[in-house]
DNA sequence: ATAAAATTTGAGCGGTGGCTCAAATAACTG
DNA sequence: CAGTTATTTGAGCCACCGCTCAAATTTTAT
């Protein structure tokens, strides 16, 4: 029936509106010096009302990072699925994470910080499910490379091992955004990180 | 007197095995989820006696990221200064730096996770006492980079954004490393990383 | 050997923050 | 409206941890 149904929607409105408070107050602070008072009041809920929507602390900030992800990589699917010829299917990966970045600048915070520590995390959950979000990311980068790869004038790499450098070309970049003007777009820059790395790992000639 | 000299080194070397200890915990668990409890225990000291050492677990996580990063800085310029003709100066960072995280492996941890959250940290002081760091850091490769450019068939590219693409493309890889066999040295995979970098710079042809 | 000075020790204090749960409030139902 | 169910609330519990300081221990001086 058409009740069950707005309840629904409204649950999963206040869950959305959660998760983007949390995201501000995570990006701001980083995972330990948040606190779940904090949330709740960003969010304009009572602290008991987030346990309502997720387990514990860890639960809402890897759901967060699961959902948002997702939601990234969907959209470069699309982006890319578009692009054709040698190269091209890099260049639009490149643009299209960069202007996503540009809409969400406080989950790119958290995704950037979080990739380059995963690794090493403490707690097993949390490692196990960070790490399949992070390992969907460079598959697809890795896939991305391959494609395109093949079709032009570049070296034959190892695609896993160029994504690495790639994702790592794009995050370091990004990282000095924070700092620089609000308006400056990281769009503005994919031309530039594209170059390099097009220029390193085509063909010696 | 002699005396004085005595207490002097026996001061710096205990002092040096709190920081080598509180390395290996920051290292596997990251700063906030490490006790001063437990750095006590690792360095078989108590609690109280890391207090005559350090102002705190703050100052003495700084104190640690500042020392060990002299010490790189220090080992980069050695062996960059030797290093001539064009390119050369960068092939040189690259192996010198890899060389150094394959003897540093706690440090380099510590070392890539805050370089890439430290932008937007809270405490004030932290985030001066890091930023110095960093800057340094960013300002040595930049100036090597610059030295090396105008040398031979390069574009010619901002020395300081290049510089972070360079860095980017080093951590992010490393990052990577913890999964990898213990075996595996970082220094093996200068030529790939160098490889893709200098090309990726040099001037169309 | 003994007193004085320097260093180490670890139990305990105080503040913090994740999480709970009984009570209050709101939303449905007939 | 009354009764029932669902949701929200926030004060308080409790475990944790950075830091202190009086007492114990070691070192130096005489």
Redesign the pocket.
């Known amino acids: 029936m058409a ?1 069950l149904a ?2 629904e929607r409204e ?1 999963r409105t ?1 869950r959305a509106e959660i998760i983007t408070a949390a995201e501000r107050v995570f990006s701001a602070k980083g995972f ?7 949330i709740a009041r960003e969010a ?6 987030l ?3 997720f ?4 639960d809402l900030y890897l759901s967060l990072i699961e959902e948002k992800s997702e939601e990234l990589l969907g959209y470069l699917h699309k982006q890319v699925s578009k692009a054709v010829g040698a190269g091209e299917k890099i260049r639009c990966l490149i643009k299209a994470q960069m202007g996503f970045f540009d809409k969400n600048r406080n989950f790119f915070k958290i995704f950037v910080r979080e990739r380059n520590s995963f690794e090493w995390m403490a707690q097993k959950d949390r490692t196990k499910r960070l790490s399949k979000v992070y390992q969907t990311y460079i598959d697809f980068v890795a896939r991305t490379i391959k494609d395109d790869l093949k079709r032009g004038e570049f070296r034959n790499l190892n695609p896993r091992e160029t994504a690495y450098a790639l994702a790592g070309l794009l995050n370091s970049f990004v990282c000095r955004w924070p700092k620089s003007s609000k308006k400056e777009r990281l769009f503005d820059q994919a031309p530039f990180l594209t170059e390099i790395f097009l220029k390193g790992v085509q063909k010696s000639r």
Chains 1, 2 share one sequence.
């Open positions: 009740k707005r309840k649950y206040r330990d010096k948040t606190t779940m008072e904090e304009e809920f009572a602290e008991g009302t346990y309502n929507f387990k514990g602390k860890i």
